[in-house]
């Protein structure tokens, strides 16, 4: 027995010993690798953007980026957008590498991108664009570089736009589900998927005049920039003329085939190196660790990111959790230095109650000092919610909105159980309505009105906080409203916002109405600390295994399944489709 202790006790010595030399030596390395030297920019740099990467507006985080120099981190849009602007007027960057041959960005991201690189060639700084095939999300943003050149062997996409939708109904049958929907205005067809084979005519009509709306923008700006005439540029899509980079430089689409070694040559040649040197490629991670480009004024602004669905809650950081984004506004609000509140959303929408819960918030906020909301890629319905009652609104030509509508949906998987699986419920329950909510067997006539009246109630509030938000009438809310989604510049016209401009522009205004010109931003949510990051609860790896299994199409499909989901029994103010187009 003497023996067993002896070796328990030497055993757990030696745990503990081997357990706190191993903190201070991963505190040793955390410190070494945390204070590594600031980046140099060095002479004749050239600042490299890749539009592969998608700009989100909160950075994505992880434990070895924050202590390492990583140069391929990807930065949040507003850091991309500031990083630009300050290069503008730093000496030591000559030109921009724009890599356009693909765009994991939206609409209006690409939008807000494409203006800064165009502001930035007004300090008489090149942009040099190039892919190897360039997609037309990619050309989309590209066009407006200095010289813009693709692969010999490669191309330009250049077809027209496309969206597809899928549906579901024909695989519930199969199953022997019954979808239970319940919704409030004709274009509001998140439901679609789930009740018909097609699309219905008003969702026909509301996707043809969104589609038509984002092309026309696209061949006016590629019509500017090319010196070129949109009737043109109608007709190479039309009769497919683009085929090859061929026609892509005959048709003056592009200013040369070049490979990526004669690319780099011409940009040797703007800086004026001989052939052998090396190029000072400078990645925007890298640029954003070597400078300082944030305001350093006395007043603060506050600007609050939101991206992602609605939900009850905190949720994670890649959506927007009630309680935690009331409790954002709710700091912002009573901290009496900061001056004003811009609030940016990117997001689709989601749980009502939510919406509505972030909305009070907001409008108290408005009553103490200036709230501005500045739209990202998408600001519709719950999305939209939450901005309708701020003192201005901002949104991009192309930014994604409106969307005034509601929705809810239960399934009825009573016979999937039953007769695919076998598998049957029974229970006790103290009133008839205690088991509302279940998927194993059909609503009740009674409990249908129920939730149909619940869908009705919330698009009234809805339609409310718009028409008092935005200072219009009830019936012409409802005429604009009914689900129907609308790009940024409509949305102009019908009132539903108030300028056409990005994040900054949102800012500016904010410093206006503040009365303030010196001053910083204080951005919200704040940074994650290291132990966040690590014991986080996001499934990073699980997410992009699924995703390299099931290929992108498939990946949307299990989101849509996911989705779904989610959204069963819960009144939902969310755009009624997920934006894709080819």
């Given at each position: 027995m003497k023996s067993f202790f002896k070796i328990f006790l030497a055993s757990l010595l030696a745990l503990i010993v081997f357990s706190v030399l191993a903190f201070f030596l991963m505190i040793g390395m955390v410190g070494s690798l945390a204070s590594s030297d600031k980046p140099m920019v060095g002479a004749k740099?050239?600042?490299?953007?890749?539009?592969?990467?998608?700009?989100?507006?909160?950075?994505e985080e992880s434990p070895l980026s924050e202590l390492s120099s990583d140069e391929n981190k990807i930065p949040a849009l507003y850091d991309l957008l500031r990083l630009i602007r300050h290069a503008k007027s730093d000496s030591s960057v000559k030109g921009i590498y724009l890599r356009c041959g693909s765009n994991a960005n939206g609409f209006a991201t690409g939008e807000s991108i494409r203006e800064a690189l165009a502001d930035f060639k007004s300090a008489n700084k090149f942009v040099i664009a190039y892919g190897d095939v360039i997609s037309q999300s990619g050309y989309r943003v590209g066009n407006v570089a200095s010289k813009i050149y693709c692969n010999p062997k490669g191309g330009v996409d250049w077809k027209g736009y496309a969206m597809e939708y899928m549906f579901l109904k024909g695989t519930l049958e199969k199953l022997d589900i019954q979808p239970q929907i319940f919704y409030a205005g004709k274009f509001k067809s998140a439901t679609e998927p789930f009740r018909e084979t097609k699309m219905t005519e008003?969702?026909?009509?509301?996707?043809?005049?969104?589609?038509?709306?984002?092309?026309?923008h696209f061949l006016l700006q590629?019509?500017?920039?090319?010196?070129?005439?949109?009737?043109?540029?109608?007709?190479?899509?039309?009769?497919?003329?683009?085929?090859?980079?061929?026609?892509?430089?005959?048709?003056?689409?592009?200013?040369?085939?070049?490979?990526?070694?004669?690319?780099?040559?011409?940009?040797?040649?703007r800086l004026g190196i001989g052939k052998a040197d090396k190029l000072n490629f400078i990645s925007v991670a890298k640029y954003g660790k070597a400078v300082d480009y944030k305001l350093n004024g006395k007043s603060k602004i506050a600007v609050i990111f939101a991206q992602g669905d609605i939900i009850d809650g905190k949720g994670e950081r890649e959506s927007i959790g009630s309680?935690?984004?009331?409790?954002?506004v709710r700091k912002?609000?009573?901290?009496?230095?900061?001056?004003?509140?811009?609030?940016?959303?990117?997001?689709?929408?989601?749980?009502?109650?939510?919406?509505?819960?972030?909305?009070?918030?907001?409008?108290?906020?408005?009553?103490?000092?200036p709230v501005i909301?500045?739209?990202?890629?998408?600001?519709?319905?719950?999305?939209?919610?939450?901005?309708?009652?701020?003192?201005?609104?901002?949104?991009?030509?192309?930014?994604?909105?409106?969307?005034?509508?509601?929705?809810?949906?239960?399934?009825?998987?009573?016979?999937?159980?039953?007769?695919?699986?076998?598998?049957?419920?029974?229970?006790?329950?103290?009133?008839?309505?205690?088991?509302?909510?279940t998927v194993s067997k059909p609503l009740t006539e009674s409990q249908k009105r129920y939730l149909q009246n619940d869908v009705d109630s919330t698009y009234f509030d809805f339609k409310t906080r718009v028409a008092g938000g935005r200072k219009l009438s009830m019936e012409y809310v409802d005429s604009i409203g009914q689900g129907r989604v609308w790009i940024g510049s409509k949305a102009l016209e019908l009132k539903l916002v108030d300028r056409l401009g990005g994040l900054d522009d949102a800012i500016a205004c904010a410093a206006r109405m503040a009365k303030v010109t010196d001053y910083r931003l204080r951005e919200y949510?704040?940074?994650?600390?290291?132990?966040?990051?690590?014991?986080g609860t996001k499934e990073t790896a699980p997410q992009a295994a699924i995703r390299q299994e099931l290929g992108e199409d498939g990946f949307r499909t299990y989101q849509a399944i996911k989705k779904a989901k989610s959204m069963t029994g819960v009144t939902q103010a969310r755009m009624p489709f997920e934006l894709v187009i080819q």
């Open positions: 740099a050239v600042l490299v953007v890749d539009l592969g990467d998608a700009y989100q507006e909160i950075a008003p969702n026909r009509q509301q996707s043809s005049e969104l589609l038509d709306g984002l092309y026309a590629t019509a500017e920039a090319r010196k070129l005439d949109t009737a043109t540029l109608h007709r190479y899509a039309n009769e497919s003329l683009i085929k090859t980079a061929s026609d892509a430089y005959n048709y003056k689409l592009v200013d040369g085939m070049k490979y990526d070694d004669e690319v780099k040559d011409e940009i040797k040649n309680e935690s984004y009331r409790a954002l912002a609000r009573l901290d009496k230095d900061i001056k004003a509140i811009v609030f940016r959303i990117n997001s689709g929408g989601g749980s009502a109650l939510a919406s509505e819960n972030i909305w009070r918030e907001l409008t108290l906020a408005k009553a103490d000092k909301v500045s739209f990202g890629d998408v600001a519709a319905s719950g999305g939209y919610y939450l901005a309708c009652n701020a003192d201005s609104i901002f949104a991009q030509h192309n930014t994604i909105t409106g969307s005034i509508g509601v929705f809810t949906l239960i399934p009825n998987m009573q016979g999937f159980f039953n007769k695919k699986l076998g598998v049957t419920f029974d229970g006790v329950k103290t009133s008839p309505d205690a088991d509302a909510m949510p704040d940074k994650r600390s290291l132990m966040d990051m690590i014991l």
